[in-house]
């Protein structure tokens, strides 16, 4: 998903120049198009708010390509909503490229995709199974070991109040510094990492190799182009 195409898209289907676009947000022309021609990477939830209202469309909208049909916005469309004050639950989609320290996403299987993205209340706490959006944090997956449950480009809602192995599942872990999306699995003495793509080979957690090992959250739900939940 490339936000700065979209944008694009966004500011020509409504006859707008980068300098009316450059103007109405209060930037330079240079700033439009480096967002537009992905040269900008990082962005802040102010600015895309200003974006959004600039091209009168929500901020979820900014990451919907022009083609819904085959993306996770039809199951989505309905809880995502233009917040204007009030109780709103808000999911963070972490930043993989300034995250740091204990418990941050950082490594090469996991990239962010926005800041945040804003739910009506009722429908998330549904949805998340009333957990407080404070433990909910979404982050887009990268590589395939894990096709065939959760494909490259899927989003992916982490509940990051699992620290520690808590029944089989799908796990956010790191080991030696990388970071890994895979299926975990208690057996005697060890836990089991699965790779549902059959082209990868099992691997252990274990006495031997534990300390090396830290689980950042289980897997809730995947969102392609339907809703998958894994717990």
């Not at 963070?92 to 962010?112: C, E, Q, Y």
């Amino acid at each position: 998903m490339n936000i700065g195409n979209r944008i694009r898209e966004l500011r020509l289907a409504r006859g707008l120049t980068m300098n009316d676009l450059a103007d109405a947000v209060g930037v330079d022309q240079a700033n439009i198009s480096r967002l537009e021609t992905g040269k900008q990477k990082s962005f802040t939830e102010q600015s895309l708010n200003k974006i959004a209202n600039a091209l009168n469309v929500s901020l979820g909208e900014l990451f919907i390509p022009s083609d819904p049909k085959n993306t996770v916005y039809n199951n989505s469309k309905d809880m995502v909503k233009v917040i204007q004050g009030g109780d709103v639950y808000r999911v963070d989609l972490l930043d993989v490229n300034v995250s740091a320290g204990p418990g941050a996403f950082v490594g090469s299987d996991i990239i962010d995709v926005i800041r945040s993205i804003e739910y009506n209340t009722e429908h998330a706490k549904n949805f998340f199974g009333g957990k407080p959006a404070t433990t909910v944090k979404m982050v887009n997956v990268r590589g395939d070991s894990m096709s065939g449950t959760i494909e490259p480009g899927d989003l992916v809602f982490v509940d990051v109040s699992v620290n520690q192995f808590d029944g089989d599942g799908i796990y956010v872990f790191g080991f030696d510094g990388k970071i890994h999306i895979k299926r975990l699995q208690m057996v005697p003495d060890k836990i089991v990492v699965i790779s549902d793509n059959t082209r990868y080979r099992d691997w252990f957690i274990d006495e031997s190799n534990e300390h090396r090992f830290y689980i950042f959250g289980k897997v809730m739900i995947s969102q392609s182009q339907s809703f998958k939940r894994h717990g």
